[in-house]
Protein backbone atom coordinates (compact mmCIF):
# COMPACT_ATOMS: atom_id res chain seq x y z
CA UNK A 1 0.00 0.00 0.00
CA UNK A 2 0.99 3.77 -0.34
CA UNK A 3 3.12 5.09 2.32
CA UNK A 4 3.27 8.61 2.01
CA UNK A 5 0.67 9.55 -1.04
CA UNK A 6 -3.13 9.02 -1.55
CA UNK A 7 -2.78 8.32 -5.13
CA UNK A 8 -5.15 5.44 -6.08
CA UNK A 9 -2.21 3.85 -8.16
CA UNK A 10 0.79 2.79 -6.50
CA UNK A 11 4.24 4.34 -6.20
CA UNK A 12 7.35 3.80 -7.75
CA UNK A 13 9.69 4.59 -4.97
CA UNK A 14 13.49 5.69 -6.37
CA UNK A 15 15.84 4.39 -3.60
CA UNK A 16 19.64 5.88 -3.01
CA UNK A 17 21.20 3.05 -1.74
CA UNK A 18 24.70 2.57 0.08
CA UNK A 19 27.65 2.61 -1.98
CA UNK A 20 29.39 0.41 0.47
CA UNK A 21 29.03 1.47 4.17
CA UNK A 22 25.28 -0.15 4.95
CA UNK A 23 25.13 2.49 7.77
CA UNK A 24 24.70 5.26 4.98
CA UNK A 25 21.10 3.72 4.53
CA UNK A 26 18.70 6.39 5.72
CA UNK A 27 15.59 5.24 7.92
CA UNK A 28 13.09 6.02 5.52
CA UNK A 29 14.49 4.23 2.75
CA UNK A 30 14.83 1.56 4.78
CA UNK A 31 10.92 1.80 5.98
CA UNK A 32 10.29 1.99 2.28
CA UNK A 33 11.95 -1.16 1.40
CA UNK A 34 10.30 -3.01 3.86
CA UNK A 35 6.59 -1.42 3.03
CA UNK A 36 7.00 -2.10 -0.82
CA UNK A 37 5.79 -4.88 -2.24
CA UNK A 38 7.74 -5.09 -5.09
CA UNK A 39 11.38 -4.48 -5.11
CA UNK A 40 12.88 -4.09 -8.87
CA UNK A 41 17.26 -4.48 -8.47
CA UNK A 42 19.88 -4.45 -10.78
CA UNK A 43 20.91 -7.29 -8.94
CA UNK A 44 18.33 -9.05 -6.43
CA UNK A 45 21.33 -11.08 -4.82
CA UNK A 46 23.12 -7.83 -3.52
CA UNK A 47 19.76 -5.97 -2.67
CA UNK A 48 18.68 -8.70 -0.49
CA UNK A 49 21.07 -8.13 1.58
CA UNK A 50 20.24 -4.57 2.10
CA UNK A 51 18.39 -3.63 5.86
CA UNK A 52 14.74 -3.44 5.47
CA UNK A 53 14.50 -6.53 2.84
CA UNK A 54 13.28 -8.95 4.70
CA UNK A 55 12.00 -11.53 2.12
CA UNK A 56 8.35 -10.50 1.83
CA UNK A 57 8.49 -7.97 -1.23
CA UNK A 58 8.74 -9.72 -4.31
CA UNK A 59 12.23 -8.89 -5.94
CA UNK A 60 12.33 -8.16 -10.11
CA UNK A 61 16.00 -8.22 -11.62
CA UNK A 62 15.86 -5.16 -13.59
CA UNK A 63 18.94 -4.55 -15.33
CA UNK A 64 20.23 -2.71 -18.53
CA UNK A 65 19.01 -6.35 -20.93
CA UNK A 66 15.02 -6.58 -19.11
CA UNK A 67 12.90 -6.48 -22.32
CA UNK A 68 10.02 -3.87 -22.44
CA UNK A 69 7.12 -6.80 -20.98
CA UNK A 70 9.33 -6.77 -17.62
CA UNK A 71 8.85 -3.12 -17.56
CA UNK A 72 5.01 -3.44 -18.31
CA UNK A 73 4.68 -5.82 -16.02
CA UNK A 74 6.13 -3.24 -13.33
CA UNK A 75 3.87 -0.63 -14.67
CA UNK A 76 0.96 -2.58 -14.33
CA UNK A 77 1.62 -3.68 -10.43
CA UNK A 78 1.44 0.12 -10.08
CA UNK A 79 -1.26 0.79 -11.49
CA UNK A 80 -2.98 -2.06 -9.44
CA UNK A 81 -1.98 -0.37 -6.04
CA UNK A 82 0.90 -1.77 -5.61
CA UNK A 83 3.90 -0.26 -4.38
CA UNK A 84 7.13 -0.75 -6.53
CA UNK A 85 11.01 0.36 -4.55
CA UNK A 86 13.63 0.61 -7.69
CA UNK A 87 16.99 0.07 -6.11
CA UNK A 88 20.81 0.13 -8.18
CA UNK A 89 23.09 -2.22 -6.86
CA UNK A 90 24.45 0.96 -4.76
CA UNK A 91 24.08 4.31 -4.78
CA UNK A 92 21.40 6.21 -6.24
CA UNK A 93 19.40 4.98 -8.93
CA UNK A 94 19.68 5.60 -12.76
CA UNK A 95 23.47 7.29 -12.39
CA UNK A 96 25.09 5.23 -14.46
CA UNK A 97 22.66 2.15 -14.39
CA UNK A 98 19.69 1.28 -16.38
CA UNK A 99 16.57 2.51 -14.20
CA UNK A 100 15.38 4.99 -16.69
CA UNK A 101 12.89 3.10 -18.54
CA UNK A 102 10.83 2.34 -15.36
CA UNK A 103 10.62 5.84 -14.65
CA UNK A 104 10.14 7.23 -18.01
CA UNK A 105 7.11 4.30 -18.13
CA UNK A 106 5.97 5.53 -14.63
CA UNK A 107 5.76 9.43 -15.86
CA UNK A 108 4.06 8.25 -18.92
CA UNK A 109 1.60 6.24 -17.14
CA UNK A 110 0.51 8.80 -14.76
CA UNK A 111 2.17 7.23 -11.73
CA UNK A 112 3.56 9.43 -8.54
CA UNK A 113 6.89 8.51 -8.71
CA UNK A 114 8.71 9.66 -5.60
CA UNK A 115 12.37 10.11 -4.55
CA UNK A 116 14.42 8.93 -1.27
CA UNK A 117 17.44 10.58 -1.69
CA UNK A 118 20.49 9.06 -0.07
CA UNK A 119 24.27 8.04 -1.64
CA UNK A 120 25.67 9.34 -4.82
CA UNK A 121 29.29 8.07 -5.57
CA UNK A 122 29.37 11.44 -7.57
CA UNK A 123 28.53 13.52 -5.23
CA UNK A 124 30.57 11.99 -2.63
CA UNK A 125 34.18 12.05 -4.39
CA UNK A 126 33.02 15.96 -5.60
CA UNK A 127 32.11 16.72 -2.04
CA UNK A 128 35.75 15.63 -0.51
CA UNK A 129 37.72 16.42 -4.03
CA UNK A 130 38.91 20.19 -3.02
CA UNK A 131 37.68 21.23 -6.14
CA UNK A 132 35.58 24.18 -7.47
CA UNK A 133 31.93 22.74 -6.57
CA UNK A 134 29.97 25.40 -8.22
CA UNK A 135 29.85 23.93 -11.51
CA UNK A 136 30.41 20.26 -12.65
CA UNK A 137 29.55 17.61 -15.36
CA UNK A 138 28.87 14.13 -14.41
CA UNK A 139 30.52 12.25 -17.56
CA UNK A 140 30.15 8.57 -16.08
CA UNK A 141 32.26 5.66 -17.85
CA UNK A 142 34.46 6.49 -20.65
CA UNK A 143 34.90 4.34 -23.68
CA UNK A 144 37.03 1.29 -22.84
CA UNK A 145 38.71 1.57 -26.41
CA UNK A 146 41.77 4.50 -25.38
CA UNK A 147 41.23 5.75 -29.74
CA UNK A 148 37.48 6.31 -28.58
CA UNK A 149 38.72 7.40 -25.21
CA UNK A 150 40.68 9.68 -26.45
CA UNK A 151 38.40 11.05 -28.59
CA UNK A 152 35.34 11.86 -25.60
CA UNK A 153 38.36 13.62 -23.28
CA UNK A 154 39.17 15.97 -26.46
CA UNK A 155 35.80 17.06 -26.44
CA UNK A 156 35.96 17.97 -22.81
CA UNK A 157 39.75 19.41 -22.73
CA UNK A 158 38.47 23.21 -22.84
CA UNK A 159 35.35 22.15 -20.35
CA UNK A 160 35.51 24.91 -17.49
CA UNK A 161 33.31 23.05 -15.27
CA UNK A 162 34.70 20.41 -12.67
CA UNK A 163 34.89 16.86 -14.45
CA UNK A 164 33.40 13.64 -12.45
CA UNK A 165 34.30 10.10 -14.40
CA UNK A 166 33.43 6.43 -12.65
CA UNK A 167 36.33 4.15 -13.70
CA UNK A 168 36.86 0.65 -12.70
CA UNK A 169 40.27 0.91 -10.46
CA UNK A 170 41.66 -1.68 -12.45
CA UNK A 171 41.68 0.89 -15.76
CA UNK A 172 43.04 3.57 -13.86
CA UNK A 173 46.19 3.57 -15.40
CA UNK A 174 44.81 3.64 -18.97
CA UNK A 175 42.36 6.77 -18.09
CA UNK A 176 45.35 8.33 -16.02
CA UNK A 177 47.54 8.23 -19.55
CA UNK A 178 45.52 9.39 -21.72
CA UNK A 179 43.88 12.34 -19.48
CA UNK A 180 47.23 13.56 -19.13
CA UNK A 181 48.29 13.28 -22.66
CA UNK A 182 44.96 15.34 -23.63
CA UNK A 183 44.83 17.83 -20.45
CA UNK A 184 48.02 17.91 -19.61
CA UNK A 185 49.94 16.71 -16.96
CA UNK A 186 49.91 19.24 -14.19
CA UNK A 187 45.84 19.33 -14.16
CA UNK A 188 44.60 18.77 -10.81
CA UNK A 189 42.31 16.01 -10.09
CA UNK A 190 41.32 13.91 -6.85
CA UNK A 191 40.96 10.00 -6.56
CA UNK A 192 38.47 9.20 -4.53
CA UNK A 193 38.72 5.01 -4.82
CA UNK A 194 36.41 2.44 -2.55
CA UNK A 195 34.30 5.21 -0.93
CA UNK A 196 33.03 4.40 2.48
CA UNK A 197 34.41 0.80 2.36
CA UNK A 198 37.71 -0.18 4.11
CA UNK A 199 40.09 0.80 2.08
CA UNK A 200 38.85 3.83 0.83
CA UNK A 201 41.37 6.50 -0.77
CA UNK A 202 40.96 10.22 -1.08
CA UNK A 203 44.14 11.70 -2.98
CA UNK A 204 44.58 15.06 -4.97
CA UNK A 205 47.29 15.92 -6.96
CA UNK A 206 48.37 16.66 -10.49
CA UNK A 207 47.25 13.78 -13.06
CA UNK A 208 50.98 12.70 -13.76
CA UNK A 209 51.18 12.38 -10.06
CA UNK A 210 48.42 10.54 -9.42
CA UNK A 211 49.13 8.25 -12.03
CA UNK A 212 52.82 7.59 -11.06
CA UNK A 213 51.29 6.86 -7.49
CA UNK A 214 48.71 4.80 -8.45
CA UNK A 215 51.41 2.67 -10.85
CA UNK A 216 53.76 1.90 -7.68
CA UNK A 217 50.74 0.70 -5.42
CA UNK A 218 49.19 -1.53 -7.20
CA UNK A 219 46.25 -2.08 -4.41
CA UNK A 220 44.90 0.93 -5.96
CA UNK A 221 43.98 -0.64 -9.21
CA UNK A 222 41.36 -2.45 -7.41
CA UNK A 223 37.89 -2.11 -6.72
CA UNK A 224 35.76 0.94 -8.53
CA UNK A 225 36.96 4.57 -7.95
CA UNK A 226 35.80 7.99 -9.06
CA UNK A 227 38.00 10.59 -10.84
CA UNK A 228 37.23 14.15 -9.97
CA UNK A 229 39.28 16.25 -12.49
CA UNK A 230 39.45 20.54 -12.62
CA UNK A 231 37.69 21.98 -15.24
CA UNK A 232 40.24 24.02 -18.16
CA UNK A 233 41.27 27.06 -16.55
CA UNK A 234 42.39 28.26 -20.24
CA UNK A 235 40.02 30.94 -21.43
CA UNK A 236 41.88 31.22 -24.92
CA UNK A 237 41.83 27.68 -25.70
CA UNK A 238 39.58 26.35 -28.45
CA UNK A 239 36.08 24.60 -27.21
CA UNK A 240 35.63 21.27 -28.82
CA UNK A 241 32.76 22.40 -30.94
CA UNK A 242 35.11 24.66 -32.89
CA UNK A 243 37.90 22.35 -33.22
CA UNK A 244 35.75 19.51 -34.34
CA UNK A 245 34.46 21.64 -36.79
CA UNK A 246 38.00 22.91 -37.75
CA UNK A 247 38.85 19.09 -37.98
CA UNK A 248 36.12 18.38 -40.37
CA UNK A 249 37.02 21.46 -42.80
CA UNK A 250 40.81 20.64 -43.03
CA UNK A 251 39.76 16.81 -43.49
CA UNK A 252 37.55 17.76 -46.53
CA UNK A 253 40.13 20.21 -47.90
CA UNK A 254 44.22 19.11 -47.47
CA UNK A 255 45.69 15.75 -47.11
CA UNK A 256 45.40 14.01 -43.73
CA UNK A 257 49.15 14.95 -42.59
CA UNK A 258 49.14 18.59 -43.28
CA UNK A 259 45.19 19.08 -42.03
CA UNK A 260 46.75 17.46 -38.78
CA UNK A 261 49.67 19.52 -38.73
CA UNK A 262 47.43 22.45 -39.41
CA UNK A 263 44.94 21.38 -36.82
CA UNK A 264 47.36 20.86 -34.20
CA UNK A 265 48.82 24.25 -34.28
CA UNK A 266 45.68 26.37 -34.69
CA UNK A 267 43.70 24.23 -31.62
CA UNK A 268 46.84 23.74 -29.35
CA UNK A 269 46.69 20.33 -29.58
CA UNK A 270 49.39 17.67 -30.22
CA UNK A 271 50.28 16.05 -33.68
CA UNK A 272 49.19 12.89 -32.42
CA UNK A 273 45.74 13.87 -31.17
CA UNK A 274 45.14 16.43 -34.30
CA UNK A 275 45.86 13.34 -36.67
CA UNK A 276 43.27 10.83 -34.51
CA UNK A 277 40.61 13.52 -34.39
CA UNK A 278 41.00 14.27 -38.26
CA UNK A 279 40.94 10.55 -38.80
CA UNK A 280 37.66 10.47 -37.27
CA UNK A 281 36.55 12.77 -40.08
CA UNK A 282 38.17 11.99 -42.95
CA UNK A 283 35.43 11.02 -46.17
CA UNK A 284 35.86 7.47 -47.57
Not at 220 to 248: I, P, Y
Request: proline share 5%; no cysteine.
Amino acid sequence: MNTETNNASGTLWVVATPIGNLEDLTPRAQRILAQAAVIAAEDTRISARLPGVDGTARMVSLHEHSDEARIERLIDDLRAGVDVALVSDAGTPLISDPGFQLVSAAHDAGIAVRTVPGPSAAIAALSVAGLPTDRFLFEGFLPARSSARQRRLQTLAAEPATLIFYVPARDLDAVLADMTEIFGPARQATLARELTKLHETVRRDSLAALREWIAADKNQQRGEAVLVVAGSADDNSKSSVEAETLARTLARELPPSRAAKVLAKLAGMTRKQAWEMIESFKEG
